[in-house]
C-alpha cells in the first residue's frame, strides 16, 4: 500500500563488516512476548533517510544456519524517535543522486506484525527476492546505455575531424555498431530472465544471477568504447555531450550492492553440475512465451519461485539450433545462413565442453571456495545464456510486426561478438552487415526511437 501510494520503501541487508556475506549479518531482532527489539547498524542503505518504512534483514537467532535470520518490515512512524538516528551519507563516484546512508538502533521496540513470513524465513526470503531484483534491476539501466549511445551518435554525427565527420571513420562506425549490438544482446538476455520468472519460475536464480552479472560488464565495456569516439568530449560536464560522463560513472555501480558480481557467479556456480547432468541436452526447450516481447503473461507467483534450479530450458534451446538454421529456419536467414549456422554450432559446441567442465568439476569448486577457473565457467555459461536469448528472440518475430529483429544482421552481429568472447574462430559475415545496423542506429537516431528491443519513440 506504501508503494503503491507513492511512498519510499528502503531494503537494509547492508552491514559493512560482512560485505555480501549476509548470512553472516549481526544485526539482531531479539524476540519479545510483544514483538522483537531491534539493534544494529545498516550501512550504505539507499534512501533510508528519506523512506517511510524499512525492510531489515535481521538476526533472530544466535546459532549459525540458514534459519538464523528473519525479515521486518519497520513503519518508522512507530519507532521511538530516541531509539534510532541515521548515519553520515556515503559518497560514491557514481549515481551521486542516490541517498547513500546508513541506520542504527538501540534497543528500539517492535510490534509483532512486523515480522515478514515466519520467523527464520530471512534467507529464503532473500534469495527468492534476488530472482526478481537482479533481473529486474539491470534491465532498467539499459536506458543509460542507451544514453550514452545516442549522445555519442550525436557527436559522430556533429563533429567534423580531416574535412569529414567522425562517423565516416571506420572505428567509429564499428565501434557504434558493436554498442548497439551489445545493448541488443543485453536486452534479449534481460528480457529472456525477466520473463522466466512467470513463465520457468523453477530457473531463475541461475537466470537472474546471469543478468546481474553480465549486464553491468558489458554496458561498462560499451561506455568505455564509445568514450573513445568523443575523445575529450568524454570528459565535459555540461551542454550537449555532458550526459555521457554521468553514464560512463554510473553504469558500474549497477554490479555493486547486496548482490554484486561475485555473489552472481557464486550463485550461478553450484548449480552448474546438476544443470549439466539433468538439463543440458535433455530437459525441454524454452517456451515460445520466454522471447515475446509484448505478449501478456501469467501473474507472477513468488511461491513457484525456488533457491535451486531445477531446469535450463533456455539453455536447451540451444541443442539443434545449427540444424534448424541450416534446414527449416534457412528461408528466413537467407545469405546469413552459413555464417548463423556456424555460429550456432560454436555455441553447442561450446555447451558441450562447458557440460563435460562442469560434470567433472571439484567438489571444492562447488562452495565460496571456488577457484578461478569456476568463475571463468560461470563466465562462459552466462555467454551461452545470452547467446541462447538472442537466438529465441530472432526465431520468434513476425517480419510483419518488427522486419528488423526478425532479419538475420543483427542475430549475425551478436552471436559473433558473444562467440569471440568465448574464443572460438569466426566466420564471414555477408557484405553490408554493418551499413544495416548502422542504418538502423541512425533512423532510431533521427527519429528519436530506443535502442533495445522494444524501438520504442522516447522524451525529446
Not at 98 to 105: D, L, S
Not at 355 to 379: G, H
Amino acid at each position: 500500500d506504501l508503494l503503491l501510494g507513492g511512498g519510499r520503501l528502503a531494503v537494509a541487508y547492508h552491514e559493512l563488516a560482512h560485505g555480501n556475506d549476509f548470512v553472516r549479518n549481526e544485526f539482531s531482532a531479539t524476540p519479545t512476548d510483544d514483538g522483537f527489539v531491534i539493534s544494529g547498524a545498516k550501512h550504505v542503505i539507499n534512501n533510508v533517510e528519506r523512506a517511510e518504512a524499512l525492510v531489515l534483514f535481521s538476526r533472530t537467532e544466535e546459532s549459525v544456519g540458514s534459519r538464523s535470520h528473519s525479515v521486518l518490515l519497520v513503519d518508522k512512524a512507530v519507532l521511538p524517535d530516541d531509539r534510532y538516528g541515521y548515519l553520515p551519507r556515503y559518497e560514491t563516484v557514481g549515481v551521486r543522486g542516490c541517498q547513500n546512508a546508513g541506520v542504527e538502533f538501540t534497543d528500539c521496540p517492535l510490534p509483532a506484525d512486523a515480522l515478514v513470513g515466519k520467523l527464520g524465513d530471512g534467507v529464503e526470503l532473500a534469495l527468492r527476492s534476488f530472482q526478481i531484483t537482479r533481473s529486474v534491476l539491470p534491465s532498467m539501466i539499459l536506458g543509460g546505455g542507451d544514453t550514452a549511445l545516442r549522445t555519442a551518435v550525436g557527436f559522430a554525427l556533429d563533429r567534423k575531424l580531416y574535412h569529414r565527420s567522425v562517423l565516416e571513420i571506420p572505428h567509429a562506425r564499428a565501434t557504434i555498431v558493436g554498442a548497439f549490438t551489445d545493448l541488443l544482446i543485453s536486452d534479449c538476455l534481460a528480457l529472456a530472465a525477466t520473463r522466466a520468472v512467470h513463465l520457468v519460475p523453477e530457473a531463475t536464480s541461475v537466470y537472474a544471477a546471469a543478468v546481474k552479472y553480465l549486464l553491468p560488464k558489458l554496458l561498462t565495456e560499451t561506455a568505455y568504447d564509445l568514450s573513445i569516439v568523443l575523445g575529450a568530449n568524454f570528459y565535459v560536464r555540461n551542454g550537449t555531450y555532458g550526459a555521457f560522463q554521468k553514464h560512463v560513472r554510473d553504469l558500474p555501480m549497477i554490479s555493486l550492492g547486496h548482490a554484486g558480481t561475485a555473489a552472481c557467479q557464486a550463485t550461478i556456480i553450484p548449480q552448474l553440475p546438476r544443470l549439466a547432468r539433468t538439463a543440458w541436452f535433455t530437459g525441454k526447450g524454452a517456451p515460445e512465451g520466454l522471447f515475446r516481447i509484448r505478449d501478456g503473461l501469467p501473474p507472477l507467483d513468488p511461491a513457484r519461485l525456488v533457491l535451486v534450479a531445477g531446469s535450463d530450458a533456455l539453455i536447451a534451446s540451444l541443442e539443434g539450433a545449427a540444424e534448424s538454421i541450416a534446414g527449416t529456419e534457412g528461408r528466413r536467414a537467407g545469405e546469413y545462413t552459413e555464417a548463423l549456422t556456424t555460429l550456432a554450432a560454436a555455441l553447442e559446441d561450446e555447451l558441450r565442453s562447458l557440460q563435460a567442465e562442469c560434470r567433472d568439476m571439484a567438489p571444492k569448486d562447488r562452495t565460496v571456495l571456488a577457484s578461478p577457473k569456476a568463475y571463468a565457467i560461470a563466465d562462459r555459461y552466462t555467454l551461452l545464456l545470452a547467446g541462447a536469448a538472442c537466438l529465441g528472440v530472432w526465431r520468434h518475430q513476425d517480419p510483419d510486426d518488427d522486419p528488423f529483429l526478425a532479419s538475420p544482421a543483427w542475430l549475425a552481429a551478436a552471436l559473433t561478438r558473444l562467440v569471440k568472447r568465448l574464443g572460438h574462430p569466426l566466420p564471414k559475415l555477408p557484405d553490408g552487415w554493418e551499413n544495416q545496423l548502422l542504418n538502423e542506429v541512425l533512423n532510431r537516431y533521427h527519429e528519436a526511437r530506443s535502442y533495445d528491443l522494444y524501438d520504442t519513440p522516447i522524451a525529446g
